[in-house]
């Protein structure tokens, strides 16, 4: 039995973790974790137009992923790369695991869906930042999660 490093598990019963992602496509380090759910479904590492812009990421400046992002409420939107990441999961109590090099990670192009309904504005949130499959697979870490007592944990 490795370490583990505890995950939090949210009221709607989602696993979310931190992350830190250095890249030289960033304009300025960061030292706040991006919390990230995790989907073990989704293939792929996905972060959303806003925090990517929010990390001083332009999409206009990365390569465009030749396969769209699809099962977000909006059918298919373009994807675009961050080529040579590395992700630092960090634990809810703040006990982080080891740099793991991705190759890529997608952002998600869609904007903000603002309507304008009886006069009011409505916006739909961003879709979520999610760490994928795509990373369990690199890192080796074992996911374990017990929705009933709302605990979940990676272990090495």
């Known amino acids: 039995m490795g370490r583990r490093i505890p995950l939090t598990v949210t009221e709607d019963l989602r696993v979310k973790a931190g992350i830190l992602i250095f890249s030289k496509e960033l304009q300025t380090a960061h030292s706040t974790p ?3 759910f995790i989907d073990t479904g989704s293939t792929v590492t996905i972060l959303n137009r806003f925090t ?3 990390l001083g990421i332009s999409i206009e400046r990365l390569r465009r992923s030749p396969s769209p992002i699809a099962g977000f409420g909006t059918g298919a939107v373009p994807a675009y790369l961050i080529e040579n990441v590395y992700l630092i999961l960090i634990g809810s109590d ?3 695991y080891s740099p793991v090099k991705m190759e890529s990670i997608l952002v998600n192009s869609q904007k903000p869906h603002i309507k304008k309904k009886k006069g009011v504005m409505k916006s739909r949130p961003p879709p979520p930042d999610v760490l994928g499959a795509d990373y369990f697979n690199k890192s080796g870490l074992k996911l374990y999660v017990d929705f009933r007592n709302r605990t979940a944990y990676v272990e090495e």
């Open 34 to 36: 991006i919390n990230m």
């Open 94 to 96: 703040g006990t982080s």
């Open 52 to 54: 990517a812009e929010t």
